[in-house]
């Protein structure tokens, strides 16, 4: 799955006509570089959330076979944060444990290796697997700490930053409304309370596309060849 439905307020005015996924960044979309990298590790069927010009999203990408993929979209009357949408589109998503992608960061993440993460959630003692990564400036404290064996808590560890990437399955949605905002984290944190959220650190490119001119520096490395993703 990837989430497509924020506003994207502190990107305006770009966002007040463009759904934030589709700001270009090395000549297509933020969105795109994520569906072509999900296809080249195997992902075929993917669903896309949205709200704000979602309308938008749906005409730029379609189906999704000029990617080699199927898309399916779980369009959004108001955006329901990232645990309502995700618990909204579960019927799309099926029975079993799913990736998630944000839609505006930008990476170079291993899908496979995180296909791999999902595949080992049992729904019990496994409900989740995130990658995180360093933090960066304008989140210092990080969210989570990363302990030595592999288990992510909500303190203690390496305190690293949740990169918006991650596998879960679906009982850790199991009880809430389909069609009322919720947030992610406090389900992780009572997970992870429960010892069911494991991570690994994502050390290759990573960006938080959340301003305009983070938007423009990713814009000019990838124009200038530098850090390519292939």
């Known amino acids: 799955m990837i989430l ?3 506003r994207g307020e502190r990107m ?33 069927e993917l669903v896309i959330n949205h709200a704000h010009l979602g309308a938008m999203i749906e005409a730029a990408l379609g189906d999704g076979s000029r990617f080699g993929v199927r898309i399916r979209y779980s ?22 444990p799913f990736i998630v992608v944000n839609g505006d960061v930008f990476c170079d993440a291993d899908f496979g290796a995180l296909g791999r993460a999902a595949a080992g959630l049992d729904g019990k003692g ?13 989140n210092p404290a990080g969210d989570f700490g990363l302990q030595a064996d592999g288990q992510v808590r909500d303190e203690g560890g390496q305190r690293l930053t949740f990169s918006g990437l991650g596998a879960y399955h679906p009982a850790l949605f199991a009880g809430l409304p389909p069609d009322t905002p919720a947030k992610l984290a406090p389900l992780l944190r009572a997970a992870m309370a429960r010892g ?11 960006v938080d596309v959340g301003t305009p001119q983070r938007l423009l520096d990713l814009d000019a490395s990838l124009r200038a060849g530098r850090h390519p993703i292939s």
């Open 126 to 138: 496994r409900l989740a697997h995130l990658l995180l990564v360093a933090n960066p400036e304008h």
């Open 12 to 44: 305006r005015p770009l966002t007040d006509h463009c759904p934030k996924p589709l700001l270009e960044a090395g000549g297509k979309p933020l969105i795109v570089w994520h569906i072509e990298r999900l296809a080249a590790a195997g992902c075929r």
């Open 196 to 206: 069911q959220v494991s991570g690994s650190r994502l050390d290759g490119r990573w």
């Open 75 to 96: 369009p959004e009357g108001s955006a329901l944060e990232t645990a309502g949408g995700i618990a909204r589109a579960l019927p799309l998503l099926g029975g079993a």
């Open 4 to 6: 497509a439905a924020g």
